[in-house]
């Protein structure tokens, strides 16, 4: 068992990987539960004002049923981010479990979670972590988390986040927002 103080140091290493506004110390689900999707294999762009970002998405060659993704964002100042994608099936819906998949001898990995919707060579990616979602948090009797600035991290084990994940994350008040990426053209 951990006791606070060390909470609150690992949920300030997990604050600094900076995705999201609602993090996990425990990913969504145990590895011989995750569901594989070939079709989200390739590379995506999504254009917008700030210019194109571009998602590159390959099958791990190290784990099965692991994604591992490439995010290049639009703006060039800015750093490309890799990342590891597990999928987890909830109901008929798909959410990816995603962590950075830099240094991970640095830190802890901070799981943070996106609903995934594919028609076509379109595929939108919804951040859960609206505020609504991040109050049901705060409510839960059941889930354990700690507050880092301001911001909920849920400590609980895989099961419980599940649970957690099927009676409040697929509620649209858990997105905060929405990424729309479409298949890029072979080159």
């Avoid at 990342?83 to 830099?102: H, T």
């Avoid at 409510?139 to 988390?145: C, T, V």
Wanted: hydrophobic content about 50%.
């Amino acid at each position: 068992m951990i006791d606070g103080k060390r909470w609150l140091v690992l949920a300030l290493a997990l604050m600094m990987t900076g995705c999201t506004d609602l993090l996990s110390v425990h990913p969504l689900s145990l590895p011989g539960d995750l569901a594989f999707e070939a079709t989200l294999i390739g590379e995506w762009v999504n254009v917008d004002e700030d210019g194109t970002a571009t998602a590159m998405i390959r099958a791990s060659t190290a784990q099965a049923r692991v994604y591992d993704i490439l995010w290049i964002p639009p703006e060039a100042d800015e750093e490309a981010l890799r990342l590891q994608g597990r999928l987890v099936r909830i109901g008929d819906r798909l959410v990816f479990d995603l962590v950075k998949a830099e240094r991970p001898e640095m830190g802890v990995a901070g799981h943070f979670f996106m609903l995934v919707e594919k028609q076509g060579n379109e595929l939108k990616l919804h951040w859960l972590d609206s505020e609504w979602l991040r109050e049901r948090v705060v409510r839960s009797e059941k889930l354990a988390f700690v507050v880092v600035d301001g911001k909920p991290v849920i400590t609980s084990a895989t099961p419980v986040v599940l649970e957690f994940m099927r009676m409040y994350g697929l509620d649209a008040k858990a997105i905060s927002g929405t990424i729309t990426f479409t298949r890029a053209k072979a080159r």
